[in-house]
C-alpha cells in the first residue's frame, strides 16, 4: 500500500529549507520540535516546493507550526483550523496543505470540525500533536486528560472518559487513520509522508510529550511500540483493533479507498451578466 | 371609480392550500401586464399545515414597502387566520371573498368595515376536474383586476409547463371558471404604466444579493443554511455551477466562515450569508479577517431577534452586532441595501470594496428585502469587479503587512515563490511574524484604520433625496416606507424635507454626513428596531442638528407608509 521512502538518501530539497528564522516559543524538551522537524522532513523527501505547501492551524502551542515553516501559513483562531483549511484547499486543489494543532484545539473547540472534516474527505493531512493538556494556558485538563488528573481547573480529576481520536475519525469516516510518536522520527516522517500522499484526508495523532505539565510523558518512549499488525483497510478490524489497544501501538492503523471530496472551482466561460436573464419578466 | 396608483390584495389560506402559488401566478401576471408589484410570504415556522398568506401590493409606480391596507382579502380557509391578523388591516372599502363552506370570518377580520361576497370556492373548484380553489382565487382576482385570460395562460405555462399538458389544462379550465364566477364583481382596474412592462425583472433581494456578488466576482461560497438567507446561498450554488466557482455545505457558521477566509487567503474572493443567530457565531472569525487582511463578505439578511426571536420575519436590529461586535478595535465595514433593487448593487459594491481593501465586510440585508418577491425596473449595470492588490515578487524579504500610505499592503496568494508568509490572528510585525510590541501594534492598527478611512467612497455612502430644512434619516428597508411617506407629502405640496438613507454604516462618513445636512434645522431618525439601534449609533459618530427625534419599533409588523407619512407629519408640525 504505502511505499517506504528512504528519507536518508540525498534528494534536491533539505528539511532546513523548509525552516523560518522565527524562532519556536517551546519550552525546551517540548515533543513539538521533533514534529517540526518531522514534518519537514516529509517534504523534503517528497520534494515539495515550500510556496506550494500551505500550513493552517489555530491556537495552541503545536499550532504554532506554520510560522516557523517556509511555507504559506495561516495561524488562525481556536478550533478552526479544518475548516479553514478546507476553504483553502478546496478552492486551491494543487496547493498541498497540511492542518496542525493540539487535542484541545482539534477534539475540544473544534471537535464539530473534526467530524466533518473526516466525512467530507477533503484532502488534507491533519496532525494532531496530543500531549492530553492544554499547555498554552498553563495546564489544564484536555478531552484526550485522563479523568483522574489533578489541575488547578480540575481538583481531583475531570472525572470524565478521555476522547478517543482514532475511534471518532474511523466512525466519521476518515479514510487514513494513523498514531505515531514524536521520538520516532524515522517512524513518524514516514506516516507524514504517507498521509500527504493519501488522496483524501488523512488523520494523525501524534504523541507529543509535554514535558513542563506532563513529566511524566517522557516514559511514552518507553511505552510506545510499532502496531504488531499491518494496516488493514477492513474498518471493522481497525475499529476492534483501536477500540482495544492501550494507545501506544505506532503506524498506519486504518487507510482505505474512499474517493476524495471533489476540489477545485467548476471551469466556465458563462458571463455572470447572463444570469440575470432568469429575471426577465 | 377613481384609479388607484396601488392596491393591495391577500390571499390567504392554511400551508399546503396554495395560497402563495395563487401569489405568485397573480403578480407575474400582473408584471406582464405592466404593472410594478411585491410580494411577500406571510408564513408561520410550521413547514406544512400553518398559515400561508400571499401579501401583494401592485402599482403603477416602483414600490419598496407594503401599502397602508387591503383592498381585497380571498380566504382559501380561515385556519390560523388569527396568526396573520394584524398583517391585515383591511381598508374601508375593501372586499372580503370568502366561502361559506369554511365557516364564519374570524372575528378578528370580521370587525373591520369591508364589504363581504361570499363564493363557493370548493365547490367551484370541484366542478372542473383536478380543479384546486387556488386557481379559482387566481380567476376570481384576475376578473376583479380585468387581467387578461392570455397574461394568466402565459404565466401558467411558464410556471406548470412541466408539469404536463393535464395540469396545464386543468389549471387554466379552473381559473376560468373563477373569472366567470367573478364576472358580476365590481371591476377596480389593475395600477399598471402605459406599457407592457417588458424587460423588468422579477426578483427577490436575496437573487439580487446574489447576482451581484457573482457579478464582483465571488467564486467560492461556504453555506450553512438559516431561515431567511437560505435563498442568496441556494442560488448561488446554482449560479456557480453556470458560471464557475464552488460552494461548500459545511457543518456550522463557525465553519462557513473559517472557510471563506481559507478560500479567499487563497486568491478566490469568498462569501457567506447567514442571519442573526449565525453573524453571532461568526464573530470571531469576522475578527480574525480583520487581522490577517482577508477579504471577505458576510451577508446577514436579519430577522427579529434576539436569540431565534422570529425567523420569518424582519428587523433592523443587528446593526449594533455589525458594527460593534468584534473584541478589540476591528477596523471593517458595514454595508446595507436601501430596496430590493439595491441589493444588487450594494453586493457587488460589497464585494469591490472588502477586495479592494482586503477586510471583512457585512451587508445587512433583511428579511423584507431578502424575501419579498419583487416587479423592479432592471438594475443599472455597474462595474465594480473584485480587485486586489496582488504582490507579485518582492525586492528583499517580503513584507505582507507592509506599512504603506493607503494601508493596503500587496498580498501574496499562496503558489506565489519567494512570498511565503504566515496569516495570522495574533498581532505580527510587517512580515507576519507574532509580535507583542507596542510599536508593532500600533503600526498595524493605525495601517488597518487608515485603509478604510482613507478610501474615496464617492457618493454611494447614502442616498439623497429632496431638499429643505427637515431631514429623514434612515437606512435599510425602512427606506422603501420613508421614501413613500415622502412622495405623498410632495403631493401635498410639503416639500422641505429631503431623505438621507444610509448604505455604508461602517466606516462613518461625519464628513459627507455634514456637507448633506447643511441648512437642515430638524431631524428625524426612523427604523425598525425595539431600541433605536441607528438613532444611538447616529448619536455616537454623527453631528445632528437640534434635537433629533425618532420613530422606531421592534418587528415583525413592518413599518408602513401611511403611519410613517402621519409620524413625518407630527414631527415636522412641532
Redesign the interface.
Known sequence: MNQMVDISATTPRNPADYRSKVQPIWCPGCGDYSVLMEITKAMAALELSPEQVAIVSGIGCSSRIPAYSNCYGFHGIHGRALPLATGLKVARPELTVICTGGDGDGFSIGGNHFLHACRRNVDITYIVMDNQVYGMTKGQASPTTEPNWDSVLTPGGTGIRPFQPLVIALASGANFVARAFAGDPEGTTQIIIAGIKHPGFSFIQVLSPCVTFRPEQREWRNQVRPAPVPTTADPSVAAKRIMTDDGFNLGILYQGDRPAYKSGLIASSMQADELSQEFLV | MKHKTSMSIAIVGSGGAGSITAGNLLL?AA??SGSYGILTRSVGPQIRGGEAAALIRLSSEPIDSFGDSYDILLALDWKNADRFAAELPMGPHGLIITDPEQGAIPAVIAGSMAQVRELPIGKLAKSVTKGRPNMIALGVLAEILSIPPEAIQAVLTKQLGDKGEQVLQSSMDTVTAGMAAARDFAKQPLPKTDDS???????TGN?ATG?GA??AGI??V?AYPITPATEVLEWLAT????????L?Q???E???V???????????P?LTATSGPGLSLMM??L??AVS?EVPIVVVDVMRVGPSTGIATKAEQSDLNIAVYGFHGDAPHLVLAPVSITDCLFTAQWSVYLAEAMQVPAILLSDQFLGQAMS?ID?PA?VNFKATRNIAQHSDGEYLRYADTESGVSPM?I?????????????EHAMT???STKAEDHALQMDKRQRKIDNFDYGDYWAEVEGSGEFAVITWGSTTGAVREALRRLRAEGIDDIRMVAMRLLAPAQPEKFRHTMAGVRKALVIEQSHSGQFYHYLRAHYDLPGEPEQFHRAGPLLLRPGETTNQIKIWRQA
Open positions: 407575474e408584471a406582464r412592462g417588458s424587460g423588468r425583472w422579477l426578483v437573487q447576482l457573482v457579478r467564486r467560492f461556504a449560479a456557480l455551477q453556470k458560471v464557475g466557482g464552488k461548500v459545511a457543518e456550522d463557525l465553519a462557513s473559517n472557510m471563506i477566509i481559507g478560500a479567499s487567503y487563497g486568491g478566490i469568498s470571531e472569525g475578527g480574525l490577517a416587479i432592471p449595470a501574496a499562496p503558489g506565489t515563490p519567494g512570498l511565503q508568509y504566515t496569516a495570522d490572528g495574533l507576519g511574524t507574532p
